[in-house]
């Protein structure tokens, strides 16, 4: 069988921008190897979700792998955890965290304690909660960007029923995990005792002792929202009979990848950020072509820049997308191996977040039928043989390009 590599330059996709005369990033981007690609592959346009609807990297992911986000993605909770680290398996009850600030009355003084940044201890108070076991559930906690971090409750007879523990705004005490259902009194009770907890192990310690001396909120409690159960998926292997694996950057393409059982391949120098090391990851992806049959990648330096509002940052960022592609495709010219090259939804740079345009697919291989589009962009792919295909449609065509599709029917 055939191999596949799907590569995602995260929020590549843009709009036209007046300072570049109307073109966007990826159009002016120098992109000799994207360009060829396109040139020997197949081209269209991909909606991520469907037109317009404006995709995080979280759902868009989900799609790309062929798992519907409107049926998986079951809120924040889960796809944060998974994001911080946490070992999330299906069924378990995950609620996004902040550390924050209490005073002697439990009165909430700063929902994100002084604003605490990662280097400050929070891994370490997180490390405090994580193992402890509540009513027979267990809990896992981990810190994950700033004042943030995550917690999953796994146990009997749980429920994502439950109001946030949390006042979202500073002068009022934390309230109770209110359960919205009979079955969810459990969990709101563990979320009521776990934050107990957490002002009980949190006061004295070395780190706000530190944080109060130096003039800074002490991070003496967490609040707890968006609590959600993991959904309950067929793994990649067992849905496709196939190996995959990812090679990706940040926590939370890490933490889909890891729960849908994509093995994860590090990269020591891929920072995730614009100095990322893209030969690097190329390499990586095309190693683990030795051992398995698809590997998705995400770098996302790209997606950095848009948010930024910072066109040339975005720019280069495309052009290290782009060096990327470059090695991968001397890395397998000349095997049975595919590749598709999307990004997984626009970051314009002219709104410095995620819309609901539809991005540039080129796929390349053997398999594929070259249709005439000659470079690799917004519009010099519209008209391609793909035409106008959505995200969940992607992992069908690799694996009919790669030899690995069931026939539906006789
Ligand atoms: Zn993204
Ligand atoms: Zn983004």
């Not at 997180?126 to 995550?150: K, M, P």
């Not at 944080?211 to 967490?222: M, T």
Request: hydrophobic share 40%.
């Amino acid at each position: 069988m055939a191999k596949g590599i799907i590569f995602v330059a995260d929020g590549m996709a843009g709009r036209p921008i007046p300072e570049l005369d109307g073109k966007t990033t990826l159009e002016s981007a120098d992109t000799p190897h994207m360009d060829r690609i396109a040139l020997e592959g197949e081209c269209g346009l991909l909606d991520p979700i469907s037109p317009g609807v404006r995709a995080g990297s979280d759902t868009s992911h989900l799609a790309l792998l062929g798992y519907n986000p409107y049926e998986y993605y079951t809120g924040r909770g889960p796809f944060e955890a998974m994001g911080a680290g946490l070992a999330v398996k299906p069924g378990d009850i995950a609620l996004r965290m902040n550390f924050a600030t209490i005073d002697d009355k439990g009165i909430v003084i700063d929902r994100r304690a002084g604003r605490i940044q990662e280097n400050e201890g929070t891994h370490q108070l997180a490390e405090l909660l994580n193992h402890l076991e509540i009513d027979r559930v267990q809990i896992l906690c981990n810190a994950s960007t700033a004042h943030r971090g995550a917690v999953v409750l796994r146990g009997e007879d749980l429920s994502g029923e439950i109001e946030d523990a949390d006042p979202h705004r500073e002068g009022k005490p934390i309230p109770k995990a209110k359960p919205l259902t009979k079955e969810a009194k459990r969990t709101g009770a563990v979320v009521d005792k776990l934050i107990a907890k957490s002002v009980e192990l949190f006061r004295d310690h070395e780190i706000n002792k530190k944080r109060i001396k130096e003039g800074k909120s002490p991070a003496n409690c967490v609040l707890l929202r968006g609590a959600g159960v993991a959904p309950r998926v067929q793994l990649f292997s067992e849905r496709y009979k196939i190996k995959g694996a990812a090679v990706v950057e940040v926590g939370l393409i890490r933490g889909i990848a890891r729960f849908l059982g994509l093995d994860l391949i590090d990269v020591p120098t891929a920072t995730g950020g614009a100095d990322t090391d893209e030969v690097g990851l190329a390499r990586a992806v095309v190693g683990a072509l030795g051992d398995y049959d698809l590997v998705l990648t995400n770098i996302k330096a790209p997606d950095l820049g848009g948010h930024d509002g910072d066109y040339k940052a975005k720019i280069s960022a495309i052009e290290k997308a782009d060096r990327m592609s470059g090695i991968i495709y001397e890395g397998i010219k000349g095997s049975d191996t595919h590749l598709a090259i999307l990004a997984d939804h626009a970051t314009p740079v002219v709104c410095r977040d995620h819309t609901g345009d539809a991005v540039p697919i080129a796929t390349w291989g053997k398999m594929t039928r070259p249709d005439g589009v000659k470079s690799y962009g917004e519009r010099p792919c519209i008209g391609g043989g793909l035409e106008r295909i959505q995200g969940i449609d992607l992992m069908p065509i690799m694996l009919n390009l790669m030899g690995a599709a069931e026939k539906f029917g006789a």
